[in-house]
């Protein structure tokens, strides 16, 4: 099919063998690529059950339908099962590593486990396995540096120390700088000793109507580069999200207590204090790779140490806000350390805040922590946790697991650990939008920011949650859309003109409805799976104590993050019913797996339906 290499990678770590599939058109038609595809190749080779840390589990760098051929299409989608929840889980990264992989598969397969530590060198549409005990035990910035020495044109995906040691919540760390943060699939390639995949330039796929493609490719990067609608998120990324997420009580701020804070605080954080230390090199900000841009350098000097990174909202919002500590230059050092340790900064910054107020609420103190720690705020300590917690040692190995872990190993604070199925939360109070918590509540992977908004923005007391299911339904699909097309979701493309872009590439007409059609079918598809698991929909797809406590000030005072427990319930059962999923147990229904082009799947959803009933009435008093 054109724009696909129609080709994937099978690395079997346990026997060294490297294998060549073709990937057929009728699979890329049902999934078409990036999550979709991910998905799909977990689902039918890793069963329900498998330990996402053993050598059963299988980790696939997918590329999307359009990565790496419209301006802002870097996505590539690392899928696996999720050692942090055990779910079917997916974290998209963007920069230059997924345009280059799309040179050669469509998507690579890591299976087994290797004795020893083994880097994976993809190259003229060939994978190598070598040796990688020169690399083991390094952070990610060293890492990069050495096999940059031997492979100078090349993008790689890495684990840093954390990963090695296991940790939950490890990251795939992308040419320093990008992450696949989310889940803890880092620690899924620690386990199979994968230090990294080094990628060489390839052969960019064939478009099937290359004039017209090539035309409207030159058009949007113009608009999306010069427009000045777009200029705030050309000027500041998403470094300026924290001026309005304290403005609307939705900000993280002191582990989500005080969701709403003055804009005076929330500007130590945000926009122009961050462009103060920006020093973006020309070859970046002139450079053709994507028109919007939204990551710069800085430089910083924390302590005595001068240090570049690529801070964005999530990482300063957890590593800072959530945490109380308000100080620029140490919060983009602690998202220099968690990319060198390769740690998710928002699990991270999530599990050290819950610590924070613990020992404000005197739940801990300095004979089990090992040294002093005043709370939110300690900048000192949270350096020393983010170190600790890599090594796992200490306080650090009861941290290094995430917040649900954390506080189950201490047997206290669970009521104010902010996690969605063991997933921590991200920087969005939910108490400061309607309907927004549903969409934690249910998405695939735990707490995730990126599976859908809903709109118009409004407050919680205002009126039913459910009367803004539809607005995140079809805002879920396009989220859903954009990890199968490997876009990015900051590029201000209609939904409509992405699957025009995408019927260029392949020469197929696509429209928006059917692209919808799939993006349900995934969805639906890894709902049976995580069934098939351990989700019983009913008792997990729900919120964490924290927001059902109203806020305490700010425009959300008042406001928790439903009317009441009967508006959630009625908001949820209207999203398993639109969805096509059983309205009570929020399964897929057969018959819906078999309007979606999916009838291999109505025997796994009827079994699912069945598990979940049986667990229900398990728990009933
Ligand atoms: S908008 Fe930002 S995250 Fe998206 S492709 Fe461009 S630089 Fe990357």
Redesign the pocket.
Known sequence: MYGYQNKIARVNLTTGKVTYEELPDEVIRKFIGGKGLGYYIIYKEVPPGTDPLSPANKFVFATGGLTGLI?????VIAVSKSPETRLISDSAA??FFGPKLKGHFDALIIEGKSEEPVYLYVHDGKVEIKDASHLWGKGTYETAQLIWKEHPSASMAMIGPASERLSRIASVIYDTQ?ASGRGGLGAVLGSKRVKAVVVEPGERPKVAEPEEFQKLWQEYYEKFATDPKYAD?RTY??TSALWWAAEVGMSPSYNFTRPHIPFELADKLAGNEVKKYEVEPEWYIHGK???????RYVEVEYKGRKIRVKP?YESIAMLGAATGVFDFPAVAYFNWLVNDLGMDSIATGNTIAWLFEMVERGLIGEDEIGFPLKGFGDAEAEERLIKLMAERKGIGAILADGVKRACERLGRGCEFAVHVKGMESPAWDPRGRRTFALSYATADVGASHMRGWPFPHSLPNDGPAKELVPSLIEERDGRYITDMLG?????PYTKEELAHLYSLVTGEEWTLEELRKRAQAVESMARIHNALDWVTPPLDDTIPPRWWEPEPDGPAKGNAAFIDYNDFLEARREFYRLRGWHEELGVPLPETMEKLGLPEFKEDAERALEVVKKRVEANQP
């Open positions: 301006p802002g299409s870097s996505k963007g920069d990008r998120q990324g998403t790779s994507c028109p919007i841009k939204c990551a964005e876009v990015c979701d900051f590029l």
